[in-house]
T-cell receptor, first 113, second 108 residues
Framework: DAGVTQSPTHLIKTRGQQVTLRCSPI?????VSWYQQVLGQGPQFIFQ???????GRGNFPDRFSARQFPNYSSELNVNALLLGDSALYLC????????????FGSGTRLTVV | KNEVEQSPQNLTAQEGEFITINCSYS?????LHWLQQHPGGGIVSLFM???GKKKHGRLIATINIQEKHSSLHITASHPRDSAVYIC??????????FGTGTSLTVIP
């Protein structure tokens, strides 16, 4: 059974560009969360989606947006990239919204130059 | 001040040693999570706790809700346990707060 899959695994973008990261949850999982992990720090919560609705948002600017599709996969979009957006972006899925176990993907490493 | 504090930040142990990593949090939580992150980034969820103690193989996690403190113990440590261990808490709004991690190196 496939785990949480994220694509692409690595990405290099230029300042000012836009990027879309993708996440496919474990089959049957309806909740997807996104996290940003800057080198040397713990992950920071960006968004959570459940049943295609945004259920939580961390302290990130409006340049960050996300959506969840009917098949429960999700995209994270970042506009007007800054050098400081360089990070590992992690996706996690869970069965529901609330105190459920989470399974993390391996992440997308974004480098902004 | 971070909502989740871990100690130590770095830990080196000899194979076979008993290891303890501590986590303190300052927010109300619905659950506490211990995560393991290997080089390259992939994160594995080890435990989710809301009370008491859980054991999985050589790993034991405890939580004291009154003291807002949790510990992760590794018995008979092995070089393959070398990784970053992250403590995270989630609240009823399902917002996560993460510690900065403890980097563990187990030397053969």
């Amino acid at each position: 059974d496939a785990g949480v899959t994220q694509s692409p695994t690595h990405l290099i973008k230029t300042r000012g560009q836009q990027v879309t990261l993708r996440c496919s949850p474990i089959s049957g999982h309806k909740s997807v969360s996104w996290y940003q992990q800057v080198l040397g720090q713990g992950p920071q919560f960006i968004f959570q989606y459940y049943e295609k609705e945004e259920r939580g948002r961390g302290n990130f600017p409006d340049r960050f947006s996300a959506r969840q599709f009917p098949n429960y996969s999700s995209e994270l979009n970042v506009n007007a990239l800054l050098l400081g957006d360089s990070a590992l972006y992690l996706c996690a899925s869970s069965l529901g919204w609330g105190t459920y176990g989470y399974t993390f993907g391996s992440g997308t490493r974004l480098t902004v130059v | 001040k971070n909502e989740v504090e871990q100690s130590p930040q770095n830990l080196t142990a000899q194979e076979g040693e008993f290891i303890t990593i501590n986590c303190s949090y300052s927010v109300g939580i619905s659950a506490l999570h211990w995560l393991q992150q290997h080089p390259g980034g992939g994160i594995v969820s080890l435990f989710m706790l809301s009370s008491g103690k859980k054991k999985h193989g050589r790993l034991i996690a405890t939580i004291n809700i009154q003291e807002k403190h949790s510990s992760l113990h590794i018995t008979a440590s092995h070089p393959r346990d070398s990784a970053v261990y992250i403590c995270a808490v989630s609240n009823t709004g399902n917002q996560f707060y993460f510690g900065t991690g403890t980097s563990l190196t187990v030397i053969p």
